[in-house]
C-alpha cells in the first residue's frame, strides 16, 4: 500500500489523538515528523504518533516526557525504541476503505448529549477517558447503535472528514460485524482508515477495509 495512505492514516489518528489530549486539557504540537504531547497523555492513548518514516529516535523521545508509562506510536513500524528502555507493546495494521457502495443495513445514530455520551462511554468501557468537549469538535462523530430499550449495545467514533478515522468500535450484540458494516452506511462516500490487530482485523476486512501497512506501539 502507498505510503501516502499510510501518512494520511496517521494524520488522522494523531489529530484524534490530539483531539482526546485538548479534552483533558493537554496541549499537543504537530509537525512534519509528529504529533507529540509534552506531559503523560490519558490511558490507553499515545504520547507521539510518527507521521513520516524514518523518524530518528532521539528526536522523538525529546518530544515528550520519555519516563516510566511513556507511549510511542511508531506508525510505520520503522523506529527502533529497545536501546531506549521501551518493548513492543502490540502491532496492529493500518486500514483503508475507498468511497465504495456501502452495504445495506441502518446507519449508526449520532451521539449528542453529555448523558447520551456518558451512556456510550459506560458501554464502551472508556468511562472518563471520552468528555464533553469532545461533543464541541466538529470533526468528531460519536455513533451509537442502541437496542429496543434504548440502551448502548455497540459504537465508535468517527474523526475527520477526507479521510474519516474509525477508532473505538465496539459492539455487545452477537454480530460485532454488523457495527464495522454500518460504519460505510453512515458515512457513505466517504473515504475511510484505521488501525486494528488480531483478532478484529477480520472482522473489518468482511467490511471491506483494506489493509494499509503495519503499525508499532512502543511502551516504557
Not at 532521539?58 to 506510536?73: F, N, T, Y
Not at 513500524?77 to 518493548?87: C, E, K, M, N, P
Amino acid at each position: 500500500m502507498s505510503t501516502d495512505v499510510r501518512e494520511a492514516a496517521a494524520h488522522n489518528n494523531a489529530q484524534w489523538c490530539d483531539a482526546v489530549c485538548a479534552s483533558h486539557g493537554l496541549v499537543g504540537r504537530i509537525d512534519a515528523e509528529a504529533w507529540s504531547v509534552p506531559h503523560r497523555s490519558p490511558p490507553w492513548y499515545p504520547d507521539a504518533v510518527t507521521l513520516r518514516p524514518g523518524v530518528a529516535p532521539e528526536a522523538l523521545l525529546a518530544r515528550i516526557d520519555a519516563g516510566a508509562g511513556a507511549s510511542v506510536k511508531d506508525s510505520f513500524a520503522d523506529v527502533d525504541l529497545s536501546t531506549y528502555g521501551f518493548r513492543v507493546l502490540f502491532d496492529a495494521q493500518w486500514i483503508h476503505r475507498p468511497p465504495t457502495d456501502p452495504p445495506a443495513g441502518p446507519p449508526l445514530t449520532p451521539v449528542t448529549t453529555p448523558e447520551g455520551l456518558a451512556a456510550w462511554a459506560d458501554a464502551h468501557g472508556g468511562g472518563e477517558l471520552f468528555r464533553p468537549a469532545l461533543l464541541a469538535d466538529p470533526r468528531i462523530r460519536v455513533l451509537a447503535r442502541f437496542d429496543q430499550r434504548g440502551a448502548v449495545v455497540g459504537g465508535a467514533v468517527v474523526s475527520g472528514d477526507d479521510p474519516a478515522g474509525v477508532s473505538n468500535l465496539f459492539s455487545h450484540t452477537d454480530d460485532p460485524d454488523e457495527i464495522w458494516h454500518a460504519i460505510p452506511v453512515t458515512l457513505p462516500g466517504v473515504p475511510l482508515v484505521g488501525y486494528e490487530s488480531a483478532p478484529d482485523l477480520p472482522a473489518a476486512h468482511r467490511a471491506g477495509f483494506l489493509p494499509a501497512g503495519p503499525l508499532r506501539v512502543w511502551i516504557r
